[in-house]
């Protein structure tokens, strides 16, 4: 069965860097597009960044455009999402999720995706 799972989230100060990863099982992982989503308490669910499956291109949530590269390693069957300049609206559960590829989007499958890792910026 499909499983995800996320790690690298932490603590950390504004302005730093994370790298998540996103460890995929189940499923050929390199016919799936991949996205990265964030939830919080009280808010919808907001999509990050996402990627088609050989990795060639990508489409991100204009506020994080050019601080949060998305990539993917097929060899390894994993995503990462290298997350610079953090703030602390960045503050989240991040979530990884597989889905189908459509007019340069990902579409994310329904419960195709992980429990989450914890991003946490504060000062």
């Known amino acids: 069965q499909v499983h995800l799972v996320e790690s690298g989230g932490n603590s950390v100060q504004p302005g730093g860097s994370l790298r998540l990863s996103c460890a995929a099982s189940?499923?050929?992982?390199?016919?799936?597009?991949m996205i990265w989503f964030r939830q919080t308490p009280g808010k919808e669910n907001e999509e990050v960044a996402g990627?088609?499956?050989?990795?060639?291109?990508?489409h991100y949530r204009y506020s994080v455009k050019g601080r949060f590269p998305i990539s993917r390693d097929n060899s390894k069957d994993t995503l990462y999402l290298q997350m610079n300049s953090l703030q602390p609206e960045d503050t989240a559960m991040y979530h990884c999720a597989a889905g189908d590829w459509a007019d340069r989007i990902c579409f994310p499958k329904a419960g195709w995706w992980g429990p989450g890792t914890q991003v946490t910026v504060s000062s």
């Open positions: 990627i088609d499956m050989a990795g060639s291109a990508t």
């Open positions: 189940g499923y050929p992982f390199s016919t799936h597009c």
